[in-house]
């Protein structure tokens, strides 16, 4: 895409919408005219506009610049594609089943890369009757610290969210579980298959 925003989008989404360029601008407040500008390339709409355009299409503000509509193609859903979108900035965590175009604060975040554990981040797991304890010897100091374990199985996600001058310890019923999941705010996100 050569510019933020193509003015054919606006056109495909707005004939989905069953609206007329007349219809799209009384709802935005600008002239027919504005909206024919924006539809053949002549214009862009004001930054501004942005949001209510894509709330009148009843897209997301990324589809409508992205120009690409977010469909679920995952009609059979399965944990082991579950995803973990991590904010840099705040460390909000969301867990997708697939992909997604997720954002906070205002970036776009994309899935974080599992690796095997390496010396500093190796893992222990004991089997404690029907639990699974695990732990981890690592900083936990306020600047480096593990922010979650989570443990993964056929028919769900167990997530303990760990806090910094905490202890790098999670409990998990052992139901399924096939996939344990650490994550380092400096390293990343780190795997092990059980």
Partial sequence: ????LTGGIIKVLREQKG????????????SDKAVSKWETGKG???????????ACLHVSLTELLSGEPITNRNR???????LFYICPICGNIIIGSGDAVVSCHGIQLFPAEAESPDEQHSFR??????EYYVNLSHSMTKSHYISFFAALSDNGIQFIKLYPEGNAEAWFKIAGVSTL????NRHGLFKIKL
Avoid: H, W
């Avoid at 059979?76 to 579950?82: H, V």
């Avoid at 797991?125 to 029907?130: A, F, H, L, Q, R």
């Fill in 44 to 54: 862009y709409p004001d930054i501004t506009l942005l949001e209510p355009l894509a």
């Fill in 181 to 184: 999941f650490c994550y380092c």
């Fill in 19 to 30: 609206l007329t360029q007349n219809a799209l601008a009384e709802k935005l407040g600008v």
């Fill in 1 to 4: 895409m050569n510019s933020y």
């Fill in 76 to 82: 059979s859903f399965q944990m082991n594609r579950s």
């Fill in 125 to 130: 797991v004991e089997k404690i009757e029907d």
